[in-house]
Each structure stands twice: as C-alpha cells, then as structure tokens.
C-alpha cells in the first residue's frame, strides 16, 4: 500500500532513496526530498509490504496530463517480486485520468508494467 511521504518518514525514505545510483550522497538526499516538498504537484509515497515494512518509494510529478515517475526505488530483498508494479497499480488508481510517463531512467518499467496491464 503507498503512504504519501511526511517528515516522520524522513530516514527511511533517505534510506530507500539512497538505493538509486545518483542520489548516493547525504546532501543530494536531503535536496531531492526537498525538491519534491517544495511544490504541491511533486510527490513521494512510500510502500509498505504485508508485514508492515516499508520497502520501496516512489516519486512523481504531477501535470495536468502527465504523471511523471521520477524515482522508483526498492529495497534488495523486495526486488523482483512485483512491488514496483503494485506501486504503479496504485498510482494508476491515484491518479485514474492522467497518462503515466517515466524519466529516462523509469520509462523502460513504466513499458513494461504498460504492457503487463493492457494501458
């Protein structure tokens, strides 16, 4: 289930982040966070598996015809086993009317999860 990113997830969304090749350092950490706090139409959420853990995070901006999927990023031990997919399921949902595109390092998933889905 995704849970939209407040403070109190601050650590453990750093720490999921920090899974992403190019955001590896505290300090750009720390401004990616921001980046997506600053504007209303930029969002993370976070997922949580069936033990209650959170094991993956995923970023998006919002226009009004596009959701751009910035960052997705899952812990080693939840990687292929389809969290990815089921955060795209529920951004699907979140977000019924708008068109899903993915940044040059998300859109090979978002094709698949596409095509997995019939979009």
């Given at each position: 289930?995704?849970?939209?990113?407040?403070?109190?997830?601050?650590?453990?969304?750093?720490?999921?982040?920090?899974?992403?090749?190019?955001?590896?350092?505290?300090?750009?950490?720390?401004?990616?966070?921001?980046?997506?706090?600053?504007?209303?139409?930029?969002?993370?959420?976070?997922?949580?598996?069936?033990?209650?853990?959170?094991?993956?995070?995923?970023?998006?901006?919002?226009?009004?015809?596009?959701?751009?999927?910035?960052?997705?990023?899952?812990?080693?031990?939840?990687?292929n086993e389809g969290v990815s997919f089921e955060m795209l399921s529920d951004l699907a949902i979140l977000y019924p009317k708008i068109k899903m595109m993915g940044s040059i390092?998300?859109?090979?998933?978002?094709?698949?999860?596409?095509?997995?889905?019939?979009?």
């Open positions: 289930m995704l849970y939209k990113y407040k403070n109190d997830y601050e650590k453990i969304t750093m720490g999921l982040l920090s899974f992403i090749p190019d955001l590896k350092e505290f300090s750009r950490l720390k401004a990616e966070i921001k980046w997506y706090s600053d504007d209303d139409d930029r969002c993370l959420f976070l997922w949580k598996n069936d033990t209650g853990d959170f094991v993956g995070v995923i970023g998006v901006e919002a226009t009004e015809n596009v959701l751009m999927i910035r960052h997705i990023a899952v812990t080693p031990a939840e990687r390092e998300t859109a090979g998933l978002i094709a698949k999860w596409e095509q997995r889905n019939g979009k």
